[in-house]
Nanobody
Framework: QVQLVESGGGLVQPGGSLRLSCAAS????????MGWYRQAPGKQRQLVAS???????TYGDSVKGRFTISRDNAKKAVYLRMNSLKPEDTAVYSCNAHLPGRSSEYGYWGQGTQVTVSS
């Protein structure tokens, strides 16, 4: 059974930082592209960042330069370091695992963790 479990969300002030973690089980972790997506109320889900290898990372335009995605294949975990957080970063952040060449929609999803940026 595949499980993706996110942690690290919470309430943070604008300009602050958070680190999200996603622990995976039930998959050959190194085979998968890992990603973070977010969905704010009334908006479509959007890509935040994805990583296949250290040399293949993709970021959404709104987070470039502020967020960093990384992975630890030995621990079967993916991380999202979020700096300089803005109120518009408020959303539910979900972890995704999908095979290369396939859409993330056909992959596995975690339940999500809430990130709220507010003073």
């Amino acid at each position: 059974q595949v499980q993706l479990v996110e942690s690290g969300g919470g309430l943070v002030q604008p300009g602050g930082s958070l680190r999200l973690s996603c622990a995976a089980s039930g998959i050959i972790f190194s085979d998968y592209v890992m990603g973070w997506y977010r969905q704010a109320p009334g908006k479509q889900r959007q890509l935040v960042a994805s990583i296949q290898t250290a040399d293949t990372r993709t970021y959404g335009d709104s987070v470039k330069g502020r967020f960093t995605i990384s992975r630890d294949n030995a621990k079967k975990a993916v991380y999202l370091r979020m700096n300089s957080l803005k109120p518009e970063d408020t959303a539910v952040y979900s972890c995704n695992a999908h095979l290369p060449g396939r859409s993330s929609e056909y992959g596995y999803w975690g339940q999500g963790t809430q990130v709220t940026v507010s003073s």
